[in-house]
């Protein structure tokens, strides 16, 4: 049987209508990209990603992706398949995408005593969202695959 702490339950009963929506669009959307990085060439995974709504971006202040990124984090916590950066990055571009906030996505790489490590990350106007700038400047970046241009 599921056990969800006191807390968690007097959470999610707080949660308005919006932030309902947001987060069922953000599991649907974890979901369909984590399948899709399976199955489909990244080529087109890059354009379902950016899935231009508007020609014109009408916010790209790293504050507008902010509460978008913090949901994306959370539902994927809470998800049955494990979300990378990689799957949670692509569904944040479509996201912002979605309310015409442009955006980029970053991947870098850096070596470890364990090996190779990649990551990827959203930027808006040069900030990026949810991750440390001191932890970033430990990748090198290998280019920016995604300019939403919405």
């Known amino acids: 049987m599921l056990k969800l702490p006191l807390g968690k339950l007097k959470r999610l009963r707080q949660f308005t209508l919006t932030e309902w929506a947001l987060s069922l669009e953000a599991w649907w959307a ?22 231009n709504v508007d020609v014109h971006p009408t916010q790209s202040e790293p504050g507008g992706g902010k509460s978008i990124y913090e949901v994306i984090e959370r539902v994927s916590r ?66 920016s695959f995604i300019e939403n241009k919405t």
């Not at 990085?37 to 950016?50: A, K, T």
């Not at 692509?90 to 364990?114: D, E, F, H, N, V």
Request: charged share 20%; hydrophobic share 45%.
């Open 78 to 143: 809470l998800h049955f398949l494990k979300m990378t950066c990689l799957v949670r990055s692509l569904t944040l571009s479509w996201m912002l995408s979605r309310r015409s906030i442009q955006s980029y996505l970053k991947i870098g790489a850096r070596k470890t005593l364990s090996g190779l490590k990649i990551h990827a990350w959203i930027e808006i106007s040069g900030h990026s969202l949810g991750e440390e700038r001191m932890m970033l400047q430990h990748f090198a970046r290998l280019t």
């Open 30 to 51: 974890l979901l369909g990209f984590n399948l899709l990085i399976r199955f489909v060439p990244f080529d087109r995974i890059v354009r379902v990603s950016q899935n």
